[in-house]
């Protein structure tokens, strides 16, 4: 049986050395995210005007994307807005856009 040679070896055992860290990253950040959500004070959390609505989502366990068409709001892809930007750009005030998100989490809920 012929034996690889040494570039080779070098090559493969590089690459099985970066698909453990990329499987040790992904891993750690998946433990991360779970224990993040699993913490209850980060569920059914009152929304505030740093939020996003897909932070909202994930509290609430609503469906991914709900809210944001019940306000009235196209999706835009990129850096997710908070309701404080989401209020700025309605022109209007972050309590009264707290007041209404408030109240489709709840009908969302029944």
Known sequence: MMQP?????GVLIAVIALALVAATVVGV????????????????VTPEAWMTLGYLERS???????LGPAL???PQPGVPRSLEEIAEQRGEP??????????LIKAQKK
């Open 5 to 9: 040679s040494k570039t080779v070896r």
């Open 29 to 44: 950040r998946t433990v991360q995210h779970a224990l993040y959500w699993a913490d209850p004070a980060h569920r059914n």
């Open 60 to 66: 609430h366990h609503l469906p991914r994307h709900s």
């Open 72 to 74: 009235g709001l196209a």
């Open 94 to 103: 972050v309590s009264a856009l707290l007041t209404e998100v408030t109240a």
